[in-house]
């Protein structure tokens, strides 16, 4: 029996890996084999379109929160940047500049448990300026949602909502006490109710097993999430996993392969932390992954977005002229 070739036999025939052979994939013995069955699967299921988005940290840090990788809680001791709304026309400038760039879709991303719903009317004035001067496709990512704010979002012309679960259920209160996984589902069956399509993914290198990365690999599976991005820790003085030693290359693209094997379907998003990577981060993108938020990240700086671009049209990707 040959593990991996009959595992993407069974894929591409429909079949869902099962929890016990990803498993058994992530001890492959041959990892490169392993990483480049994943690229094939997601050229096969996926084709070569890439997606391209970008965020707008559009109310940053005073987070009540505690969640312990992050610079925005107010719990931490951090040098992030703290305000309540960014300045409209440095938003702009963002905006205009990444859709020039080709990005073809626009998050407005605010720390907190969830955005007030008074808070709402500015951000709905800052996607109506983007919306009268670009073609971007909007989303939001603005914590915790109820029906209503979820209804005010959907009629902003916010198409698609963003939650991260960050990690799989199991391990979710190790790294956050002040509210749940629960939580956070409730928050995309309330976005998908209200008509938005959902993005949620999570964050690897915080000191949990790949045993955990598939369990949350499933979990985004069993919700039906067909946009995940990862995001790879980034150890920032003043939070509690400061200390946490950076991620492995090749573990990186492991998961980006067991997520692609996992979520056939899925637009595998490469996010936050890629840069820690270094020189070799691309090739994630040659182990399954088939997007990535471009720019820079909320507290964080990324790649320049003509970088980006242009080094994965060298890996034979192409981009769209409509939303992703």
């Known amino acids: 029996m040959d593990l991996l070739r009959d ?30 069955a994943a690229d094939r699967l997601r050229r096969r299921f996926m084709g ?18 505690d969640c312990r990788f992050c610079a925005q809680s107010a ?32 998050s407005l991303v605010t720390s907190g448990r969830a955005a007030e ?29 109820d029906q209503r704010k979820a209804g005010m979002l959907a009629a902003m012309g916010v198409s698609r909502y963003h939650c991260n ?25 309330t976005a ?19 045993e955990d990365r598939i369990e949350l690999a499933l979990e985004l599976r069993a919700l039906g999430i067909r946009s995940i991005p990862l995001n790879i820790h980034t150890p920032i003085s003043g939070t509690p996993l400061a200390e946490l030693p ?14 692609r094997f996992l979520n056939p379907e899925a637009v595998i998003r490469m996010a936050g932390g890629r840069q820690l990577l270094g020189p070799e981060q691309h090739r994630c993108f040659a182990a399954g992954a088939n997007g990535a938020i471009v720019g820079n990240y909320l507290t964080t700086a990324g790649c320049s977005v003509a970088e980006d671009i242009a080094r994965l049209r060298e890996m034979g990707f192409v981009f769209p002229s409509a939303a992703a």
């Open 117 to 145: 719903e008074s808070a709402l009317p500015r951000f709905n004035s800052l996607y109506e300026q983007v919306r009268r001067e670009t073609k971007l496709e909007f989303c939001a990512s603005m914590g915790l949602l």
């Open 75 to 106: 719990r931490h001791q951090t040098d992030a940047p703290v305000y309540a709304m960014i300045d409209h026309d440095e938003a702009m400038r963002i905006a205009r500049s990444n859709a020039a760039a080709g990005v073809v879709r626009l």
């Open 7 to 36: 595992t993407f036999s069974a894929v591409t025939a429909g079949a869902a890996v099962s929890r016990e052979t990803a498993l058994l994939l992530a001890r492959h013995p041959d990892q490169p084999k392993l990483w480049s």
């Open 165 to 189: 679960l960050e990690t799989a259920e199991r391990c979710f209160a190790e790294f956050c006490t002040t509210h749940t996984w629960q939580d956070k589902v409730a928050t995309l069956k």
């Open 192 to 210: 998908a109710a209200a008509g938005m399509s959902l993005c949620s993914g999570g964050i690897i290198g915080l000191g949990e097993s790949m």
């Open 48 to 65: 070569d379109l890439f997606h391209l988005c970008s965020i707008i940290n559009a109310r940053s840090g005073g987070c009540s929160e």
């Open 246 to 259: 950076p991620l492995p290359l090749t573990e990186a693209l492991t998961t980006v392969a067991l997520f």
